[in-house]
């Protein structure tokens, strides 16, 4: 669930340059999906040549980073509210193998909400490690696609980086675990971004998280691992 598709169709691109085309799912998988709030509003807006300031002082007008993410925190928890979190069946069942089968899981998001949408989707407990954006803001650990994030996840498990299994969707995830040197990236997608996900670092890409199991088998000198 994301909020930034909310902020753009509240009228922000339109007051912003009404030739603008919408915001899409395209657009919130390459620029937005995997960067913490302030980083993925960055992104898009330079994906579209916006330049806008990062922050103005108290009753200033015009947009600014800062309050299109605030406003997008706002709107992110009026969503979780009101529709509460979704939980895609198809991923829950590999993770409880893998953890039913003595395999470590962390949970790795750049999202500050991260824990609230697990705790409403009842996922909570199902992992072992948890790294998220308040982790990132405390500890001082860069967005993706560094890998400061899942570096931080793996010490937690107290395992090696190549000895460990990443799942992403998103580019800049892919780019990260690729960069610090995990084992296997394995990415989700469809098709059609299967190419997008390899050229930033996925060694293979799999149409959903109920395929990784088959992928992890198959890749050739990648045993079982912990898997953020």
């Known amino acids: 669930m994301d909020a930034t598709g909310a902020v753009c169709r509240d009228g922000f691109l339109i007051r912003l340059d009404p030739a603008q085309p919408p ?4 657009d919130y998988l390459s620029w937005v999906n995997g960067r913490n709030r302030a980083g993925g509003i960055r992104s898009f807006l330079a994906s579209r040549d916006i330049i806008v300031e990062e922050d103005a002082a108290p009753g200033a007008p015009g947009e600014t980073v800062a309050r299109l993410a605030e406003r997008k925190d706002r709107l992110f928890h009026e969503l979780l509210d009101g529709e509460g979190s979704q939980v895609i069946a198809p991923t829950v069942d590999p ?4 953890r039913g089968a003595g395999v470590l899981v962390a949970a790795v998001s750049a999202s500050r909400n991260a ?5 409403r989707a009842g996922l909570i407990d199902d992992f072992d490690v948890r790294v998220d954006g308040v982790d990132a803001q405390r500890f001082g650990l860069a967005g993706k696609p560094d890998p400061a994030l899942f570096l931080e996840a793996a010490g937690r498990l107290r395992t090696d980086p190549a000895e460990i299994v990443v ?3 998103a580019e800049s995830g892919a780019a990260a675990a690729h960069r610090g040197g995990f084992g296997l990236v394995v990415g989700i997608g469809s098709e ?3 190419a997008s996900l390899k050229r930033r670092g996925a060694d293979v890409v799999v149409t959903g998280v109920d395929a990784m199991e088959w992928a992890i088998r198959e890749a050739p000198g990648h045993d079982r691992a912990a898997t953020p």
């Open 167 to 169: 799942t992403e969707d």
């Open 95 to 98: 993770l409880r193998r893998l």
């Open 192 to 194: 059609a971004r299967s």
């Open 23 to 26: 915001f899409t799912d395209e």
């Open 115 to 119: 824990a609230a949408v697990l705790s």
